[in-house]
């Protein structure tokens, strides 16, 4: 059964949390979610390095933003980069003006979309159930799934576009569910809003899926008219929303629109050459993957939800989940992000079934969840002492973090253990365990991880030697956007490389930018007599190292695993 109170009431509905009535207990469950959020997803942002490719182009991409003034029209590395719309820069952008050009700054957006999304769970799970216990057992469920504990704490746009899409089908049920002309259009207003953002981050996404959504529950419910007298209004104010910069670019950038439709959507959905190719059956097995820690309640999830699938809410739910994950399966394109929309109805369907499971003392579904968790965390347990006796893949000076990684699996063999010692009391402790694995593993990772990944660590150790150079030059497209972030300056030479600056690249103006190897002599010669010239180079194969052999032999040079960062001194006249 739906409750019948107004959209008004989000307040409202929060308010009861803290009914003196209340149990105890209960009333603490808010407040040791955000407690988790902050020990687990705030205090990690700067306690590793930004990983390529992502991480390091959005940052730099925003902050370019910042000091260009161009909040129109993105560029990465000075060069147009039209593969995605503006807001989700924007995002990235106030987060680095209020907290600084620094890992906390570039992630924030991230953390804080998450953190919302799971307000979003508590929010709508208490409009649909009334019930605390199950409120707090949907967010906790959805804040522990491991692809979104994950990308809490990566710079990327997956974290944000899920963030509109959550909002948009949680404003949906609001204006289903609400009896006052004033709580439904305003419920149908924020669903605007959000899939305008929606919009602004990803693209057209934003408003297919709440509309391949509402049609067929509107439909199942006879509720055609209501969809059409209100549904206009969101169209409205999602056009409100973006109209303003979509007129903008097009104006300042009119061809953007031609590529932005074309290649992000047309080619990624349907082309045989998609980016990220996957068979259509990629997203079943991810989806167990993703809501790791609580994979084995899966079954039970999805015979519950079944059963009742003739009630509204679960229909609803069925609909929010089934519906966007067959669009997603049917694109050529595919990432396990981008079935991250997928996950908010999924949380809670599976924090229904958890809460029934809990009511009847049914113990062997939740002990069974902890079992196959320790098996997992004691394999890759055995798998880590095997590689290290055997490759030592952690060097003698970072026996540090080699004890963080043992305390990361220990852990998660602790919790879960916990979980099948006491099942019906201790249920949520498998959460403990996926939160370790994000908050301390990024920073356990292997130097040879460390150096591949996240070049900006090793760029960072000689920062005053090449801010101190008058050109820059890099061969690799992440340690070439990791270099410009750290440097603050976008024109980074690119050595022999094209990957995804091939539009942007075909520019005219952009022909100084390139620089094969052919003419990397010519290049330098000309550069030095400027001043001196910091280059980082990526060298894995036999063709970078030709196109080292091809630099002069004159600078100096600092490697790290794959990973050369030479400085040359300017010539003399």
């Not at 999805?302 to 003739?310: G, L, Q, S, T, Y």
């Not at 599976?350 to 320790?374: C, K, P, S, Y």
């Amino acid at each position: 059964m739906t409750s019948n109170q107004p959209l008004p009431d989000f307040v409202g509905h929060s308010s009861r949390l803290y009914d003196p009535t209340t149990p105890a207990k209960e009333r603490w469950m808010p407040f040791a979610l955000v407690l988790a959020f902050m020990t687990f997803y705030l205090l990690p942002l700067m306690s590793h390095g930004l990983w390529i490719p992502d991480e390091t182009r959005y940052a730099q991409i925003s902050q370019e933003m910042l000091q260009g003034g161009n909040w129109v029209s993105p560029h990465f590395m000075g060069l147009r980069y039209f593969e995605k719309p503006i807001a989700g820069y924007w995002m990235i952008a106030i987060g680095q003006a209020v907290f600084g050009d620094n890992l906390f700054g570039v992630r924030i957006a991230s953390a804080l979309s998450t953190g919302l999304s799971v307000w979003l769970t508590w929010l709508i799970a208490r409009r649909f159930w009334g019930d605390p216990r199950k409120s707090f057992a949907c967010a906790l469920l959805y804040m522990s799934f491991g692809l979104i504990a994950g990308q809490a704490g990566y710079a990327n746009l997956d974290p944000q576009f899920t963030l509109w899409v959550n909002l948009s089908l949680v404003s949906l049920w609001f204006a289903i569910d609400s009896r006052t002309t004033r709580a439904r259009m305003s419920a149908w207003a924020i669903l605007g809003i959000a899939c305008g953002m929606g919009f602004m981050t990803k693209g057209f996404l934003a408003w297919l899926l709440p509309a391949v959504i509402a049609l067929p529950y509107m439909l199942w419910q006879r509720r055609m008219g209501e969809l059409l007298r209100y549904g206009p209004l969101a169209v409205v104010v999602a056009a409100a929303v973006c109209l303003p910069w979509a007129l903008a670019i097009h104006y300042q950038e009119p061809d953007f629109w031609n590529f932005f439709f074309w290649n992000e959507h047309i080619r990624r959905f349907a082309a045989d050459n998609a980016q990220h190719a996957r068979p259509w059956w990629f997203y079943l097995p991810m989806l167990g993957v993703s809501v790791l820690p609580w994979t084995a309640l899966l079954p039970a999830t999805f015979i519950r939800a079944w059963k009742h699938k003739h009630q509204p809410v679960s229909g609803f739910l069925l609909l929010w989940l089934l519906l966007p994950l067959a669009i997603f399966s049917m694109s050529s394109g595919k990432l396990p992000t981008y079935i991250m929309p997928c996950l908010l109805p999924l949380a809670l369907l599976m924090g229904d079934a958890l809460t029934g499971l809990l009511q009847q003392a049914r113990e062997r579904t939740i002990r069974f969840n902890g079992w196959l968790n320790v098996v997992i965390a004691t394999t890759a347990l055995a798998a880590l002492l095997y590689l290290q006796l055997s490759q030592e893949i952690f060097e003698n000076t970072e026996m540090f973090s080699l004890s963080l990684a043992f305390i990361v699996l220990l852990g998660w063999i602790i919790a879960n253990a916990l979980q099948i010692l006491r099942p019906l009391t201790l249920w949520a402790m498998p959460a403990l365990g996926i939160w370790l694995l994000v908050a301390l593993l990024p920073a356990a990772m292997p130097s040879q991880i460390v150096d591949s990944k996240m070049p900006d660590r090793f760029i960072s150790e000689h920062l005053d030697s090449l801010n101190q150079t008058t050109s820059l030059l890099s061969n690799d497209l992440g340690a070439a956007s990791a270099l410009s972030w750290l440097t603050r300056r976008p024109e980074v030479a690119l050595y022999n490389v094209v990957g995804e600056m091939k539009y942007g690249l075909q520019d005219p103006a952009a022909t100084s930018r390139k620089v094969s190897l052919q003419d990397v002599g010519g290049w330098m010669t000309e550069a030095r007599k400027k001043g001196s010239v910091g280059v980082v180079m990526r060298v894995n194969s036999v063709d970078e190292i030709q196109e080292v052999e091809a630099l002069p032999i004159d600078g100096k040079r600092y490697q790290r695993g794959n990973l050369q960062v030479l400085i040359f001194p300017q010539s003399q006249p």
